[in-house]
Nanobody, 125 residues
Framework: QVQLVESGGGLVQAGGSLRLSCAAS????????MGWFRQAPGKEREFVAG????????VYADSVKGRFTISRDNARNTVYLQMISLKPEDTAVYYC??????????????????WGQGTQVTVSS
């Protein structure tokens, strides 16, 4: 049984920083690419960032490029999302996700089989 557990969300002022973590269990973490998505109230879930199995390749949504950094620690079965220069429009529930196919580095929600419960990030202006 795959489990993804996010943590690190909270309330922060605009311009502030947060670091999200996602602890994975149930499958061999190191052979799976990972992704972060977010969903704001009334909006569809959207891609934020993705990382390859070895961490060498990362991809970002244009809206977060240069402000967010995705990384992973395969020894700890954990993927991170470092967020700086946060804006009110970053307010959302953030989810980590694991794809159906191990090495697939995708931006599409349909390519991901497992999702965490989400962690709320609220950025006040």
């Amino acid at each position: 049984q795959v489990q993804l557990v996010e943590s690190g969300g909270g309330l922060v002022q605009a311009g502030g920083s947060l670091r999200l973590s996602c602890a994975a269990s149930g499958r061999t973490f190191s052979i799976y690419a990972m992704g972060w998505f977010r969903q704001a109230p009334g909006k569809e879930r959207e891609f934020v960032a993705g990382i390859s199995t070895d961490g060498a390749t990362t991809v970002y949504a244009d809206s977060v490029k240069g402000r967010f950094t995705i990384s992973r620690d395969n020894a700890r079965n954990t993927v991170y999302l470092q967020m700086i220069s946060l804006k009110p429009e970053d307010t959302a529930v953030y989810y980590c996700a694991q794809p159906r196919s191990a090495k697939m580095l995708s931006r599409q929600t349909g390519d991901f089989a497992y999702w965490g419960q989400g962690t709320q990030v609220t950025v006040s202006s």
